[in-house]
């Protein structure tokens, strides 16, 4: 989203000056003051891409704000239900790339360097795919991230940066609709009776 330079002076200044305290703490508080306003500014800055109208999708985009690389972090995705689907191994087959959600594909945005499952990423913007396994998963990083979802085909496959493995396991229950959360050192993939732990640092 494009924002003119009248708009950042703006949240500068009201970052900057405070609840009326003056200059003497515009002073003594001026770096600190600064950083805050970038941060802001950063976060603020940090938006999906969507393609076409989000009304009425029967996947709803999601939001998943967090930190990552000193930085703040966005996760973009469409959530899908089961809907009395099987899901693992059959609506999402095994072995075969799949968007890791529905619509476009689920994003990851980044406003400081960081590592995910072990890859090293500047900042930016990355989408993220998946290969399912019975056993194990493999999950591809791409600079490519302002398109559809699907296909995922050879050219799409062209520009990834980097892929790393991870192993599924149980939910304690299932879970309708597909959903990212933010643990400790991770970010947890859930979706009928199985989840997935992505490594964020190491």
């Given at each position: 989203m494009k924002r003119s330079n009248a708009w950042y002076l703006a949240v500068f200044f009201v970052a900057?000056?405070?609840?009326?305290?003056?200059?003497?703490?515009?002073?003594?508080?001026?770096e600190a003051g600064d950083e805050?306003?970038?941060?802001?500014?950063?976060?603020?800055?940090?938006?999906?891409?969507v393609m076409g109208d989000v009304e009425g999708r029967q996947s709803p985009l999601q939001e998943l704000r967090f930190s990552a690389g000193g930085g703040e972090a966005l996760l973009c995705y469409g959530a899908p239900s089961a809907r009395e689907r099987v899901v693992m191994g059959e609506l999402v087959p095994f072995g075969e790339p799949w968007r890791v959600g529905a619509n476009e594909p689920t994003t990851l945005h980044l406003s400081a360097d960081a590592m995910v499952g072990g890859v090293a990423l500047a900042t930016g913007s990355y989408s993220l795919y998946a290969t399912p396994g019975e056993?194990?998963?493999?999950?591809?990083?791409?600079?490519?991230?302002?398109?559809w979802g699907i296909p995922i085909d050879a050219e799409v496959r062209s520009t990834e940066i980097g892929?790393?493995?991870?192993?599924?396991?149980?939910?304690?229950?299932?879970?309708?609709?597909?959903?990212?959360?933010?643990?400790?050192?991770?970010?947890?993939?859930?979706?009928?009776?199985?989840?997935?732990?992505?490594?964020?640092?190491?």
């Open positions: 900057g000056c405070g609840g009326g305290s003056g200059e003497a703490e515009m002073a003594e508080t001026g805050m306003a970038s941060a802001e500014m950063v976060s603020a800055e940090l938006s999906c891409v056993s194990e998963w493999e999950f591809h990083l791409n600079s490519n991230f302002e398109r892929s790393f493995s991870a192993m599924p396991s149980a939910t304690a229950e299932m879970v309708e609709m597909m959903t990212f959360e933010h643990m400790d050192g991770a970010l947890r993939l859930s979706w009928e009776n199985t989840q997935v732990d992505i490594p964020l640092g190491m």
